[in-house]
């Protein structure tokens, strides 16, 4: 019985994150990766993302700190972070990454500003919640293993 309240916390907590619009479908495809052979799949690969994510966010701050801006590094450091946020469905910080990449094309350094800071703020929202969900899937791990032991 815990079990299958874990299991429909885990998937109501999902489908809050869609509903809110922190994820979107392709969260669904990578939730299709996870295997009895590596149950923690998906962790590892968020453990990932927000490694990168935020490598990525230190070195636009770091372009944009710069005496002389540098749109260019700031635009292909903005576009891999795009596609990162995507691939895992971060729905959000995909689309206020788009608007730094149109402030970098409009050379305009203001509203790269303005960009990066909320880049910086859904990716907050976003980490939180995918954090909060890692910690759902360890526990549910946690839990299936020591049903697992008492066998």
């Known amino acids: ?17 869609n509903e ?16 009895d052979d590596n149950p923690l799949h998906i962790s590892q690969v ?3 993302f927000f ?14 700190s710069e005496a002389r801006f540098n749109f260019v590094k700031v635009h292909d ?9 995507a691939n895992i469905g ?14 970098c094309y409009n050379k305009d350094k203001e509203g790269c500003s303005t960009s990066l800071e909320r880049v910086k703020h859904e990716y907050n929202i976003l980490h939180e919640n995918l954090h909060r969900f890692c910690e759902l ?4 791990h946690a839990a ?5 032991s008492r066998r």
């Open 1 to 17: 019985m815990v079990g299958i309240n874990r299991a429909q916390q885990h998937r109501n907590f999902i489908r809050s994150m």
């Open 144 to 148: 299936d293993e020591a049903r697992r």
């Open 77 to 85: 450091t903005a576009h891999q972070l795009k596609g990162a946020s």
């Open 137 to 140: 899937e360890r526990a549910n």
């Open 20 to 35: 809110q619009g922190i994820l979107d479908h392709h969260f669904g495809y990578l939730e299709t990766l996870r295997s």
């Open 90 to 103: 971060g729905c959000r910080v995909a689309l206020a990454c788009q608007e730094l990449l149109q402030a």
């Open 46 to 48: 968020l453990g990932s």
């Open 51 to 64: 490694r990168n994510a935020e490598s990525h966010i230190e070195e636009i701050t770091r372009y944009m």
